[in-house]
């Protein structure tokens, strides 16, 4: 893993988004530790999917874990925080996805949080068409992110990005927020002018990754949507409340 | 029954309770 790297041209909020980051290790350890408690009422060894989904309500407890910790967010209250988060909540866990697949590195393969690799071969031959497609069309954007580069301020920066683009008018606290909103633009902006200047457009080209990055995660609601009515969903599912949680 | 009044997700609320510290 890259180290947290600071020096000349790194804006003071980048530096403080990558203090924030969780170590990937420490990450994985908790996951692990949850996923190998046994499941109330169900003792038998859960299916792979039930453990799929149990892996990806962790890995968004991990998000909002880091959320709580970020500068601005952990100033709102908490009606505020619950509006950021239900609008951008399967953006942040597809994000968190592409970015494990760049440091991964392997065309091959899908890295899980949990240290698992799982060959695409797998995937085509075990998952449904459904979350064939979407690991699929997820692999091209990490192919896309690879190319331009995305390095690890850029990540952080973008993440951040991600958890305050909601327009403010949904929101209550509008001044901080677009205060963070701005910041976190002129942030990368600045960073990429600086670290890549032979790539001008490297800002603009980040952005429009985003859009991709919302669109898998559009893709994925309507998969976990498919999942649930099919009665494939374990009980009690974090991502399945966020889904059907009233949007603003 | 998993969601609280105002279609509220009640376990992403119980994870923002102020009491509860982030890690």
């Known amino acids: 893993p890259e180290p947290f790297s600071g020096g000349p041209g790194v804006p003071e909020l980048i530096l403080q988004l990558l203090q924030l980051e969780p170590e990937e290790e420490q990450v994985r350890a908790r996951i692990l530790g949850c996923l190998q408690e046994p499941t109330k009422g169900r003792p038998d060894q859960p299916a792979p999917f039930g453990l799929l989904c149990r892996m990806a309500d962790q890995t968004f407890i991990s998000i909002v874990d880091w959320a709580r910790r970020c500068m601005v967010f952990k100033e ?63 692999q091209e954007l990490v192919l896309q992110l690879h190319a331009l580069q995305l390095d690890r301020q850029e990540f952080v920066c973008l993440k951040f990005l991600i958890l305050f683009s909601l327009d403010v008018k949904f929101l209550n606290n509008h001044g901080l927020v677009k205060d963070a909103q701005e910041k976190a633009n002129a942030a990368l902006l600045d960073y990429t002018l600086c670290h890549y200047p032979h790539c001008g457009d490297k800002f603009q080209q980040l952005l429009l990754c985003l859009v991709e990055v919302r669109a898998l995660s559009m893709q994925a609601k309507e998969y976990l949507y498919h999942k649930h009515l099919g009665n494939e969903m374990p009980r009690n599912n974090l991502l399945i409340e966020m889904l059907q949680a009233k949007q603003t | 029954p998993c969601q609280g009044a105002e279609g509220r997700p009640a376990i992403l609320y119980a994870l923002l309770s102020p009491s509860l510290e982030p890690h």
């Open chain 1, 76 to 138: 709102l209250e908490v009606a505020d925080q619950m509006t950021l988060l239900q609008n951008c909540w399967s953006e942040l866990l597809v994000f968190d996805h592409v970015y494990r697949q760049i440091q991964h590195g392997k065309d091959a393969s899908i890295l899980l949080v949990t240290g698992q690799e799982v060959e695409l071969s797998t995937v085509a031959a075990q998952a449904g068409s459904m979350l064939h497609s979407l690991v699929l069309r997820t």
